[in-house]
């Protein structure tokens, strides 16, 4: 069965600080990963990995995955309360339609 | 960009009656979408995947028969969760596949999602 497992669960931090997010998994097709920020309603979509090493950024953002090690990181710099959220990590399957299968989410509270 | 609406995105409703929950693809034509359900700081949990024109395929512990998935169109999938109870009280979440490239999303767009109370 597919696996996403994110860590921590929870983090609280102070406005400014930079935190990493983690999130590791067990996928038997694996062709795809998807960061996701969730506030009150639908995810946003926020990176899509599907090659090793390579870095994306977007602004305070940044992600890599390493496909041998099975992880991706999600890193956040000089955190801002906006940032506050549920961050997700979903893993596509390349088989079939291509579900998403969802990791339990990180809550990150930002705190001033 | 790729847009998909889903209505209504709160309802309340007694036990025993049933509501039906739609997720429309706005700009692109859809062959397939998801349905997730949310509890309360939980991840998002995929229900069923629904195949235009085709029965859907639900996951391992989804039964069918409560929550029925209806892809007529292109464009339209619904989810109709019959006979509520309070335990099915949750955030239902659907999300849509645009095969037609160009999407920031990477081909996955999710609904603002419908919050079901049963009472």
């Known amino acids: 069965e597919d696996k996403v497992v994110q860590s921590p669960l929870s983090l609280v931090v102070h406005e400014g600080d930079t935190v990493t997010l983690n999130c590791s998994y067990e996928?038997?097709?694996?062709?795809?990963l998807l960061w996701y920020k969730q506030e009150k309603k639908a995810p946003t979509f926020l990176f899509m990995l599907?090659?090793?090493?390579i870095e994306k950024k977007s602004g305070r953002l940044s992600s890599i995955l390493d496909k041998k090690e099975l992880f991706s990181i999600l890193n956040i710099t000089a955190t801002q309360t906006g940032d506050s959220a549920v961050y997700l990590c979903?893993?596509?399957?390349?088989?079939?339609?291509?579900?998403?299968?969802f990791g339990q989410g990180t809550r990150l509270t930002i705190n001033p | 960009g790729a847009v998909v609406s889903q209505h209504p995105s709160r309802v309340i409703c007694k036990s025993g009656t049933s509501v039906k929950i739609e997720c429309r693809s706005l700009?692109?034509?859809?062959?397939?979408m998801f349905w997730y359900r949310q509890f309360p700081k939980k991840s998002l949990m995929l229900m069923a995947t629904?195949?235009?024109?085709?029965?859907?395929?639900?996951e391992q512990g989804v039964e069918k028969d409560k929550f029925l998935i209806n892809h007529a169109s292109l464009t339209l999938s619904t989810l109709t969760v019959t006979s509520a109870h309070p335990e099915d009280s949750s955030f239902y979440i659907c999300?849509?596949?645009?095969?037609?490239?160009?999407?920031?999303?990477?081909?996955?767009?999710f609904g603002s999602g419908t919050r079901l109370t049963v009472v």
């Open positions: 999300s849509a596949r645009d095969y037609t490239g160009g999407d920031r999303n990477y081909g996955y767009t």
């Open positions: 996928v038997t097709n694996f062709r795809s």
């Open positions: 599907t090659s090793s090493g």
């Open positions: 979903a893993v596509g399957d390349i088989q079939g339609a291509q579900k998403l299968v």
């Open positions: 700009d692109f034509q859809a062959t397939t």
């Open positions: 629904s195949n235009e024109g085709s029965k859907a395929t639900y």
